[in-house]
């Protein structure tokens, strides 16, 4: 069941958005990712800097083990493709989730 906070973040979200138009990571990415369990998405081009419009819900998507599944173009940069290749491993994962972890106690 979701919490009211939940419920009232999910109706500002638009049926639709327009690339410079909007604040994709503010108005969709940042609401929609702090209360998801999984992210599923299939785009044509992909690139690894499209992660910083997640950069609010990070620690969410982190500490909570949401699992992210992409489906993408097989031509990807060398740099992207080891960026993926690090987001797989587990142990990456965990130190990942530890970091966070520490960081949340600090602040």
């Known amino acids: ?4 906070e939940e419920k009232d973040v999910i109706r500002t979200i ?21 209360y998801c369990h999984e992210y599923r998405r ?3 081009y992909f690139s690894s800097s499209a992660l910083l419009t997640w950069n609010d819900a990070i620690a969410h998507l ?10 993408i173009s097989p031509e990807l940069s060398k740099e992207d493709q080891q960026i993926l290749i690090r987001a797989t491993d587990e142990q990456e ?15």
């Open 42 to 44: 299939a785009v044509g």
């Open 14 to 34: 638009k049926s639709h958005y327009r690339s410079g138009k909007a604040d994709l990571g503010q108005d969709f990415f940042t609401p929609c990712l702090q």
């Open 93 to 107: 994962r965990k130190q990942l989730r530890q970091i966070f972890a520490d960081h949340q106690f600090i602040n």
């Open 1 to 4: 069941m979701l919490e009211k």
């Open 62 to 71: 982190i500490l909570d083990n949401v699992t992210i599944k992409l489906i």
